[in-house]
C-alpha cells in the first residue's frame, strides 16, 4: 500500500497555562479519493483526557476503543482514575508489543491531571512529551504556525484560534487535510467540544 494512503490528516495539541487544546480536520482520504467528509479525529478515553488519530483508520479506532476499556477497567478496580502519563504509557506499551506488525497510526495523547501533559507516539509506541505537536500529512505545514506563534504559558482561551489557525493553513496546502475542523479543550473544570457555530465564531 502506497505510503500516501496512510498518513492524511492534520491533527494539532497544544499545552496552556490551564489545560490542553486539540484540534484536527474532518476528512478521510484513501490516496486522491476523499472516502468521507466527516470522521472524528478526537477522542475522549477519560473524563479529562482525549486521543487525537492520524494514519490507517481501522487501526487506529481499534486502539481508542483498547485504550477505553482498559481505562474503564482501572477506574473499576481501583476507583481512581488514570494518569494521562500512565495511560499514555498503556498505550506505548500495547504499540510496541505489537512492533512486527505495527498499527499504521500516529496519535496525540493529553488532557490534565495533576497538570496539563501533551504525548507524542509513533508506530511503535516512542512516546514523547511536547508542548505542541502536530500529526498527519498536513503537518509540515502546521507547524510553521506554531513555532512562529505558540506562547506556553497563554490559556485555553488563547490557544483556540492559534490552533485553529494552524489547520486553517494545512487544509489550504495539503489535498487529504479538509473538510471541516474539531476543536476541544481540555481544563480542571470541562471536557468541551466546540461546535461548527463555536469554531466559526473563533475564526472571526
Known amino acids: 500500500m502506497e505510503n ?14 490551564d489545560g490542553v487544546v486539540f484540534g484536527a480536520d474532518k476528512r478521510a482520504s484513501m490516496g486522491y479519493f476523499v472516502a468521507s467528509r466527516d470522521v472524528d479525529k478526537i477522542h475522549q478515553i477519560d473524563d479529562r483526557a482525549a486521543v487525537t488519530i492520524a494514519g490507517m483508520t481501522a487501526d487506529a479506532q481499534a486502539l481508542v476503543r483498547l485504550m477505553k476499556a482498559e481505562i474503564s477497567l482501572y477506574k473499576t478496580r481501583t476507583g481512581m482514575p ?12 500495547i504499540m510496541h508489543s505489537y512492533k512486527f506488525f505495527p498499527f499504521l497510526v500516529q496519535i496525540l495523547i493529553g488532557g490534565l491531571d495533576q497538570q496539563p501533559r501533551i504525548y507524542s507516539l509513533d508506530p511503535i509506541g516512542a512516546m514523547t512529551e511536547e508542548t505542541f505537536v502536530s500529526t498527519g500529512s498536513g503537518s509540515p505545514v502546521a507547524y510553521g504556525v506554531l513555532e512562529d506563534s505558540y506562547r506556553e504559558d497563554k490559556p485555553i482561551k488563547d490557544n483556540l484560534k492559534l490552533v485553529l489557525r494552524a489547520l486553517s493553513v494545512a487544509m489550504k496546502r495539503d489535498c487529504a487535510t479538509g ?9 480542571k ?3 468541551k467540544k466546540y461546535t461548527k457555530a463555536e469554531i466559526k465564531k473563533i475564526l472571526e
Open 4 to 17: 500516501k494512503t496512510l498518513h492524511g490528516t492534520t491533527t494539532v495539541g497544544v499545552l496552556c497555562s
Open 189 to 191: 473544570d470541562e471536557f
Open 179 to 187: 473538510d471541516g475542523m474539531d476543536l476541544v479543550a481540555i481544563s
Open 82 to 93: 488514570l494518569s494521562v502519563n500512565a495511560a499514555t504509557s498503556l498505550m506505548a506499551n
